[in-house]
């Protein structure tokens, strides 16, 4: 099955940065969800991507579907940003496929 | 609108026991995945429903199991509990089955003692 590896596993920064999380995976993909886990467990969907530039007000994805890989940029980071963020594409099958995902911290 | 609500949102059974976790699905949305996450395994993949038909299945014992009512809402069931299926069970909707973006409820989070 497709493989999804993200990098990097974990990121400690301080409010006001920017950041690059990645996503590689091993296989062509139907789509592409980035999704935010705050710390009570709640996923909040970031951006639906199979292709392309999105752009959500700090944050934006880019998914490069031919070379499978996608990026999630974040900018001007803020204390609420800290979570997990984990891509997942969907297979053959349209199940979503699941990265271990980036841990993200962001001090004040 | 009203996003996906999962009921209840903390469980805490013994081992062996039985349990049924409730999803309801955003109105209009048709399809309903189960997920499990825990620390060791990450997020996988339980099944998938579609116009009350089981349409995907991952890779989980017969212990669980799940079904889908005319109204879109949704149960899943684990019998015969194991230390093990302690976890956040995530339940998503989407307009259809297929490659439909998929929105996630709270969760509900099972210990097993």
């Known amino acids: 099955g497709i493989q999804v590896e993200q990098s990097p596993p974990d990121l400690i920064l301080q409010e006001g940065a920017n950041s690059t999380l990645r996503c590689n995976f091993s296989?062509?993909?139907?789509?592409l969800q980035w999704f935010h886990q705050n710390p009570w467990g709640q996923l909040i969907n970031l951006f639906y991507?199979?292709?392309?530039?999105k752009q959500n007000g700090r944050l934006s994805a880019t998914t490069v579907a031919t070379e499978r890989y996608s990026l999630l940029y974040i900018s001007s980071s803020q204390t609420t940003d800290s979570g997990v963020y984990f891509c997942?594409?969907?297979?053959?099958?349209?199940?979503?496929?699941w990265g271990a995902g980036t841990k993200l911290i962001i001090k004040p | 609108k009203a996003g996906v609500t999962q009921t209840p949102r903390y469980l805490i059974k013994t081992r062996g026991q039985q349990v049924t976790l409730s999803c309801s699905p955003i109105?209009?949305?048709?399809?309903v995945s189960w997920y499990q996450q825990t620390p060791g395994q990450g997020l996988q993949f339980l099944f998938e429903?579609?116009?009350?038909?089981?349409?995907n299945k991952g890779n989980f014992p017969g212990r669980f199991s799940g079904r889908q009512f005319s109204n879109s809402r949704s149960e899943m069931n684990v019998s015969t509990l194991e230390l093990g299926d302690s976890a956040l069970y995530l339940c998503?909707?989407?307009?259809?089955?297929?490659?439909?973006?998929?929105?996630f409820g709270p969760g509900t989070r099972l210990t097993v003692t």
């Open positions: 998503a909707s989407s307009l259809g089955t297929g490659a439909h973006e998929q929105y």
């Open positions: 109105s209009g949305h048709r399809s």
């Open positions: 429903y579609f116009s009350e038909t089981q349409r």
């Open positions: 296989d062509s993909v139907n789509n």
């Open positions: 991507i199979p292709s392309g530039t």
């Open positions: 997942a594409p969907r297979g053959s099958n349209y199940q979503l496929i």
